[in-house]
């Protein structure tokens, strides 16, 4: 479809009817070797069917707009890959909507029997330790350029604050803040200096005012506060999301390595409790990045985290607003180097929360976004409570298309993995397998790059780093991963790149390349003529062996008349899933061995 037809369609309320297929899209669905299955998936959405999948993930936080069973479905199809659940917010039962409608949403992320079963993935966003003001007289009091005011610990002050004097919940804000110091009010929009303080009080002249309502949030810029990892809410919902197997936990206000680790201590803990056995997947941690304390313990933060989400909103409040992009490209820049994955978040496309187009700026946000490499970008009110949550994730969607276009186009995409000296260094890590791993990864993807192979297929039974690993290569093509594992697909959603695929266990057991190719073509990844790139795992009699190929790969189905009753399609499904015979002709021919790496454990 033109720019023209999407930027008319981006105009469609989100209740309006999906443009039907274009006809290049039905003609390829029809020419795929699964008919019946290639029919009912959908990667990505339809005005994009002739482009690449998408590298860069959307997270979307789901609330009010679009919690609801057909309206989350538009979002899935429109791109949503991450649903993120803000328990600043959210209650019990409104995440148990959310997490339901999502797990009912078609997907094309299963193969066989799941058809309808999609690896969308689930985050949980905790409300964190925050410090904040207690009520005011009558709701609300009016602060003045100029006055003093009086923050204060003393309880009597918690339900009936004044323009003069007012609560806040940090118990050790006097022995927090300096003389001279500052201290935010309602995010930002009140500024105040400490003038003196004593063991209860800190005296403040405001330096501009502003209306300060009930439980506004207090920031204490520079300030080295002592506040626990977690509240107790925040126990309470992560211990809600270990029971219903999310798959990530966005730490909120994480200033340290030591937060990090005791989070995962206690979901740990929460693990056990819930009868989880020794091999199940606890939910990875996101640490979210809101404070200068942060900032200077980053690389700590990182090294304990397995994600990092740059949230701007608090950030922008605890450091000047002209150095938030700057910190940004540095935090995105070393995630890349340690091979984890990032999120950029906060007001990505704000005005879409009203509007059913962004602002150039918030296109170009997103944009630079991408090209810094974030693995994912997110969208908060804008798909939460907006009035066009669809087309804003369509709208982030064609955003990121456009940008990895570019990308491509102007040679940034090949150009870490073509020049062998802008490859990721050789990484040397205490498990000598992982170093394999690694080695092998990066030699996958420079085979990839130099052949232009249209994808690197990812198949491993035994070790969950090596997508992540050759997500840190960035290549310029999809990486298909082919897993049995649900939870496992759905956590690699957040790796750049990564599209996982849930197939049989006998796809993986059997090593086969022609099975794993066949899954790829029936879902649009690869077609005849492509060269395709493979970084395999297997068990052996005696060592777990390594083993990447790139090879030119006939696709397996006919450019004849396709057309053919859905029933004569659904009995060429059935036909194809069936484990073929040896007698069988292979429906793939490689035609040539480009490269072959072997690893042994």
């Known amino acids: ?61 789901i609330g009010p707009a679009s919690e609801q069973e057909d309206m989350l479905q538009k979002c899935v199809t429109a791109g949503l890959r991450v649903m993120r659940l803000n328990f600043s917010h959210a209650t ?215 994600g990092i989400m740059v949230a701007r909103g608090d950030l922008g409040v605890e450091i000047p607003m002209e150095r938030v992009t700057n910190a940004q490209k540095e935090m995105v820049r070393l995630c890349n180097e340690a091979g984890k994955p990032v999120i950029v978040a906060t007001q990505m496309l704000e005005s879409m929360q009203k509007n059913p187009r962004p602002t150039r700026a918030e296109v170009a946000d997103v944009t630079n976004a991408v090209y810094d490499g974030a693995d994912a970008v997110m969208l908060s009110g804008e798909s939460a409570k907006g009035l066009y949550p669809v087309e804003s994730i369509q709208f982030m969607r064609e955003v990121i298309g456009e940008a990895e276009r570019w990308w491509r186009k102007t040679g940034s995409a090949g150009r870490t993995a073509l020049q062998q000296d802008q490859l990721p260094d050789a990484v040397r890590f205490e498990d000598p397998g992982k170093s394999s791993r690694f080695a092998i990864a990066q030699a996958g993807v420079l085979a990839a790059e130099r052949v232009k192979c249209s994808a690197i297929i990812v198949s491993s039974a035994q070790h969950a780093d090596l997508a992540p690993f050759v997500s840190r290569c960035r290549p310029s093509m999809p990486i298909v991963l082919l897993v049995t594992n649900a939870k496992l697909g759905r956590q690699m959603q957040l790796y750049r790149g990564v599209h996982p695929v849930l197939v049989e266990p006998e796809i993986l057991a059997s090593q086969s390349v022609r099975g794993a190719v066949e899954v790829a073509s029936s879902m649009g990844f690869v077609k005849e003529g492509d060269s395709v790139a493979f970084v395999k795992e297997f068990q052996d009699t005696a060592n ?5 190929t790139a090879a030119v790969y006939q696709a397996p189905y006919t450019t004849g008349d396709t057309r053919q009753s859905e029933a004569d399609s659904e009995k060429a499904s059935e036909e194809i899933s069936d484990q073929p015979s040896k007698e069988e002709t292979p429906r793939a021919t490689w035609t040539q061995s480009i490269f072959g790496l072997f690893g042994f454990k």
Request: aromatic share 4%; with cysteine; net charge neutral.
């Open 1 to 61: 479809s033109s720019p023209q037809d999407r930027r008319l369609r981006s105009r469609q309320p989100s209740g309006a009817s999906a443009p039907s297929q274009p006809k290049m899209l039905r003609a390829a669905l029809r020419s795929s070797a699964r008919p019946a299955l290639a029919r009912r998936l959908t990667l990505w959405p339809e005005e994009s069917a002739s482009a690449m999948p998408p590298m860069t993930k959307i997270v979307g936080t």
């Open 92 to 306: 019990f039962e409104e995440a148990e909507l959310r997490m339901t409608n999502l797990r009912k949403a078609k997907g094309a992320h299963s193969r066989g029997l799941s058809l309808s079963r999609n690896l969308r993935a689930i985050l949980l966003d905790t409300k964190g330790p925050e410090i904040r003001t207690g009520n005011m007289k009558g709701g609300e009091v009016e602060l003045v350029a100029g006055q003093t005011v009086t923050l204060t610990i003393d309880e009597s002050f918690r339900e009936n604050g004044t323009s003069e004097k007012l609560y806040q919940t940090y118990e050790e804000l006097p022995q927090s803040v300096d003389v001279g110091g500052t201290i935010l009010l309602d995010d930002g929009l009140i500024q105040l200096t400490v003038l003196s303080k004593t063991a209860q009080d800190v005296v403040c002249k405001v330096e501009n005012g502003g209306s300060l309502s009930d439980r506004r949030g207090v920031n204490l810029p520079g300030a080295q506060v002592n506040l626990p990892p977690m509240s107790e809410k925040d126990k309470v919902d992560i211990a809600y999301g270990v029971e219903n197997d999310m798959d990530f936990v966005a730490a909120s206000f994480v200033r340290k390595a030591s937060d990090v680790e005791a989070i995962r201590a206690f979901v740990a803990d929460k693990m056990k409790e819930n009868n989880f056995g020794p091999d199940a997947l606890p939910p990875l941690i996101i640490s979210k990045i809101e404070s200068t304390e942060a900032i200077d313990n980053f690389k700590d933060i990182l090294k304990a985290s397995d």
């Open 544 to 548: 777990t062996i390594c083993d990447v």
